[in-house]
């Protein structure tokens, strides 16, 4: 049971990015996706954003303005759209999410903020 990120890559400043997460075996393993971490090199991981199920969001101070979170209708997506990146928004990005009341977490994706 894990979820998977996709969607990181290479950007410029300025740039934009959309993280995707979801359960590689949802029909068997329904994990509803929840929440946006980040690990920056040498950083404790933080919070980014998150979502309740009834669809409350909340986000770190570092990235509101910039960074919206949604979720696609079934609740078995969840999204990052990241918007004008900066170099300190460089990390390893995880989703995380719940199969009942076990908190599932997948492998990163990478975000690199570089000119």
């Known amino acids: 049971v894990q979820l998977q990120a996709s969607g990181g890559g290479l950007v410029h400043p300025g740039g934009s990015l959309r993280l995707s997460c979801d359960s590689p075996?949802?029909?068997?393993?329904?994990?509803?996706?929840r929440a946006w971490y980040r690990q920056a090199p040498g950083k404790e991981r933080e919070l980014v954003a998150r979502?309740?199920?009834?669809?409350?969001?909340d986000y770190a101070d570092s990235v509101k303005g910039r960074f919206v979170i949604s979720r696609d209708r079934a609740g078995n997506t969840l999204y990052l759209q990241m918007n004008s990146l900066q170099a300190e928004d460089t990390a390893v990005y995880y989703c995380?999410?719940?199969?009942?009341?076990?908190?599932?977490w997948g492998p990163g994706t990478q975000v690199t903020v570089s000119s």
């Open positions: 979502m309740t199920p009834g669809g409350m969001t």
């Open positions: 995380n999410g719940l199969y009942g009341s076990l908190l599932v």
């Open positions: 075996s949802h029909r068997r393993f329904p994990v509803s996706p």
